[in-house]
């Protein structure tokens, strides 16, 4: 398994990634949804990386609601 995962590209986190995350957040909030932080933290990667997040997490379907 590390050897796996090893093999993957990390990707980095850039300034301002954690209120960038909060503001995530709070938009699923204020829309009447619920999402995690671990799941905002998640999707604000990918969106800052442009990375597709293939997922049927229902957290993660609320935060693709809200994210431009």
Do not use: H, N, W
Not at 25 to 32: A, D, I, P, S
């Amino acid at each position: 398994l590390e050897r796996s995962l090893s093999a993957l590209p990390a990707l980095e986190i850039a300034d301002g990634f954690f209120l960038r995350a909060a503001k995530l957040r709070r938009r699923v909030y204020e829309k009447g949804l619920g999402a995690s932080m671990q799941d905002c933290y998640i999707a604000q990667t990918c969106i800052d990386a442009s990375v597709a997040l293939v997922s049927r997490d229902s957290d993660l379907v609320a935060i693709a609601s809200v994210s431009d």
